[in-house]
């Protein structure tokens, strides 16, 4: 199914749920899912114990672990988004670790599975820029006739010192690469940054942002950095060797990195959902609709929408 990137408004941001809704004409919530798929940088590829940041279910559910059943894990999440959100449609969302990292024959099983369940009409798939091939690309694209198909690629900062610091185990370059051979095949793309990362401030985030604002994607996810247990970022809180943004700082931050975004862009998250039983810090990062509120408010105070300050 064709994307439509087109805005009829001015809204602060152009947000998922609106593009959703105007594309589908009803409620569609995204079901996250497990494929119990691992990553290059953890299994040895390229690494071991992933980024510094990452917690032992690969930023995701866990569900493979109880409900390895794609299928089970769908009609599950559906039952609870109806209920919650009175959602009709749904987006099947490959979530944990790496989702492109297996043979296209196990990813063609995978996905196929998701998209016979009824009601869902589409897929985002979650993965590094240095897990896609030709063939997965292919496999992908060749969904986009009957389906909404968005591939979500891990990005975090667009300063090498920095993806060398976090462990990311790709570059920059591998990023530009994936996102023009994806693009080739007309898949819409989300890239997803977080901002606080160790060693950047403000500088580094607007550089980011800059940056990103001269590549073809279509999507962008914006993370809060937070502290799981067990993770090298938790020893280096703990050390004294990096302090979390504060719930201000990040609301500002964010803001101004919107309002650098080109305007067709799709927002799809603006911060973090961590697990309360596994987050050390902030604490704030659990209070996710008034960040979001904050964030609202700071833009209308200060007269911000996303790409404003592209127009100066």
Request: aromatic share 10%; proline share 5%.
């Amino acid at each position: 199914m064709k994307a439509d990137f087109s805005m009829t408004d001015r809204p602060l941001y152009h947000t998922f749920g609106e593009y959703l809704y105007n594309l589908f004409g009803c409620r569609v919530q995204k079901v996250s899912l497990d494929a119990g798929l691992t990553c290059p940088n953890r299994d040895g590829r390229k690494g071991v114990g992933g980024c510094i940041y990452c917690d032992r279910r690969g930023s995701g559910t866990g569900n493979y672990s109880h409900t390895p059943s794609i299928r089970d894990q769908l009609q599950k999440g559906m039952a609870f988004l109806r209920r919650r959100y009175g959602a009709e449609k749904f987006i099947a969302y490959f979530q944990s670790f790496s989702n492109t990292y297996a043979s296209p024959a196990v990813l063609k099983g995978l996905y196929e599975e998701a998209l016979s369940v009824e009601g869902v009409v589409g897929l985002a798939v979650g993965t590094r820029p240095d897990c896609v091939t030709p063939k997965i690309l292919d496999l992908l694209a060749g969904f986009q006739e009957r389906y909404l198909v968005w591939l979500e690629y891990g990005l975090q900062s667009f300063v090498p010192l920095t993806l060398e610091r976090i462990n990311r185990g790709h570059t920059v370059e591998d990023f530009l690469k994936a996102v023009a051979e994806t693009r080739k095949r007309a898949i819409p793309v989300c890239v997803h940054v977080i901002l606080g990362l160790p060693g950047e401030g403000l500088k580094e985030c607007l550089y980011t942002a800059d940056r990103l604002g001269e590549v073809d994607i279509q999507g962008l996810k914006i993370h809060s950095l937070y502290i799981h247990r067990g993770t090298v970022l938790e020893k280096w809180y703990e050390e004294g060797k990096y302090r979390p943004l504060d719930q201000e700082e990040y609301v500002e931050w964010v803001c101004r990195f919107l309002e650098r975004c080109p305007p067709e862009w799709i927002i799809q998250r603006l911060t973090g959902d961590p697990d309360p039983k596994e987050l050390v810090a902030p604490l704030w990062a659990l209070k996710k609709q008034e960040t979001l509120q904050m964030i609202h408010n700071r833009l209308k105070e200060t007269g911000r929408y996303q790409g404003s300050a592209r127009e100066r």
